[in-house]
């Protein structure tokens, strides 16, 4: 099976840092997904990377896919209390027919 | 548009009882995966169900099945409740073949005491 490490576990920045949070695959990724939960609540899809150097923004949430490393990072910029929460990454192994989540890194902005 | 549903919102059960969740996925989307949230431990995927049919199912027991129904919709049904059993459970309907852009309902909060 495909497992997802994120790293950091957590993260507590003040208001207006930027961070970035990882996602490393033991296997070939075959699309990457980034998704945000706010605390006991369902998750949110923020966006997706197909192609490695890929890079897609939304707000000021920016995602790269190195597909050589098997990885992809997710950076904030100018961070807001309104980022806090987990962030998941989750991966495709491209069979169909399952979805492997990440270990989640929780976030909170200390304003 | 309306969202993923799920009901209800929370769950009170004792060990050895039975708890059934249901889900109502986006109109048009014909796929449900079920997911579990223990406190502490990551999102594990449960089940997946496509037209009808369960296509895969993640490593749980036997006691956690589920359907599907002719609109959709689906049911998790855990039979003998153990302590462990207490999660948030998630389920996300699809509606394209990116089986990553998934849509999800806020969950199930399921307490076993």
């Known amino acids: 099976s495909q497992e997802l490490e994120q790293s950091p576990q957590s993260l507590i920045v003040q208001e207006g840092k930027n961070l970035t949070i990882n996602c490393t695959s033991s296997?070939?990724?075959?699309?990457l997904y980034w998704y945000k939960q706010k605390y006991g609540e369902g998750l949110i899809f923020l966006m997706m990377l197909q192609k490695g150097g890929e890079e897609k923004s939304h707000e000021k949430i920016t995602a790269k896919l190195d597909e050589k490393k098997q990885q992809s990072s997710l950076h904030i910029t100018a961070s807001q209390p309104s980022h806090a929460g987990i962030y998941l990454c989750?991966?495709?192994?491209?069979?169909?027919?399952?979805?492997?989540f990440g270990t989640g890194t929780s976030l909170t902005v200390i304003p | 548009e309306a969202g993923v549903t799920q009901s209800p919102t929370h769950l009170i059960k004792t060990r050895g009882q039975q708890a059934t969740l249901r889900c109502s996925p986006i109109?048009?989307?014909?796929?449900v995966y079920w997911y579990q949230q223990a406190l502490g431990l990551g999102l594990q995927f449960l089940l997946w169900y496509d037209e009808g049919e369960e296509r895969n199912r993640g490593n749980f027991p036997p006691r956690f099945s589920g359907r599907q129904f002719p609109n959709y919709s689906s049911e998790l049904n855990v039979n003998a409740l153990e302590l462990e059993d207490s999660a948030l459970y998630l389920c996300a309907s699809v509606g394209t073949a990116r089986v990553g852009e998934q849509f999800f309902g806020p969950g199930t909060r399921l307490t076993v005491l």
């Open positions: 109109s048009g989307h014909t796929s």
């Open positions: 296997k070939t990724l075959y699309g």
């Open positions: 989750g991966a495709d192994p491209g069979t169909g027919n399952q979805f492997y």
